[in-house]
Nanobody, 121 residues
Framework: QVQLMESGGGLVQPGGSLRLSCVAS????????MGWYRKAPGKQRELVAT???????????SGKGRFTISRDNAMDNSKNTSYLQMNNLNPEDTAVYYC???????????WGQGTHVTVSS
């Protein structure tokens, strides 16, 4: 069973940066895709960025040029870590950010608990 744990959220001023981390533990060898989604107040959850095990990245238009997703796969598959570097943040980026993993073996979507990001002066 894969479990996800996010960290790195917080309060930042407009124009600032944050780096989110997501550590996946458990049955890591079967994680095909890791990604980040977010849910702002009053809005539906939306894609931020994804990265495949092979390193293929996909970004929502809202984060292109500002956000960078990366992934660190442990050699022994003991854990996978996904990072989301967010630069030049603006108030519209305020949301709860969720880490996501698609586990191919179980054909299951796994979600983290979420980490709050608030962009405000």
């Amino acid at each position: 069973q894969v479990q996800l744990m996010e960290s790195g959220g917080g309060l930042v001023q407009p124009g600032g940066s944050l780096r989110l981390s997501c550590v996946a533990s458990g049955n890591n060898f079967s994680i095909k895709v890791m990604g980040w989604y977010r849910k702002a107040p009053g809005k539906q959850r939306e894609l931020v960025a994804t990265i495949s095990r092979g390193g293929t990245k996909r970004y929502a238009d809202s984060g292109k040029g500002r956000f960078t997703i990366s992934r660190d796969n442990a050699m022994d598959n003991s854990k996978n870590t996904s990072y989301l570097q967010m630069n030049n943040l603006n108030p519209e980026d305020t949301a709860v950010y969720y880490c996501h993993a698609y586990v191919l073996y179980d054909q299951a979507d796994i979600w983290g608990q979420g980490t709050h990001v608030t962009v405000s002066s």
